[in-house]
């Protein structure tokens, strides 16, 4: 399945990492998507990144970051 079937944040998120240079961590997709770099607003983000890996749409590297499949 496309990232078209996906929501619109977890959309942005693709866009974010596929567009980077290299990977990414998630206060760099936070600060991408205009969040202050709390741990109350990277965590979350966080989170939508394990969960796009799990569903193998990103593949995670060492140390917490985050690469388009």
Same mark, same amino acid.
Do not use: F, H, N, W
């Given at each position: 399945?496309?990232? =078209?079937? !996906?929501?619109? /944040?977890? +959309?942005?998120?693709? =866009?974010?990492? $596929?567009?980077?240079? &290299?990977?990414?961590?998630? *206060?760099?997709? $936070? #600060?991408? %998507?205009?969040? /202050? %770099?709390?741990? &109350? *607003?990277?965590?979350?983000? #966080? /989170?939508? !990144?394990? *969960? !796009? $890996?799990?569903?193998? #749409? %990103?593949? +995670?590297?060492? $140390?917490?970051?985050? !690469?388009?499949?």
């Amino acid at each position: 399945m496309g990232v =078209e079937v !996906l929501a619109s /944040e977890y +959309r942005r998120i693709m =866009e974010i990492v $596929a567009d980077a240079d &290299g990977s990414v961590m998630a *206060k760099d997709v $936070a #600060r991408a %998507l205009g969040r /202050e %770099l709390t741990p &109350g *607003k990277v965590e979350p983000v #966080r /989170e939508q !990144l394990r *969960k !796009l $890996a799990d569903q193998g #749409r %990103l593949t +995670r590297t060492g $140390a917490g970051r985050y !690469l388009p499949r």
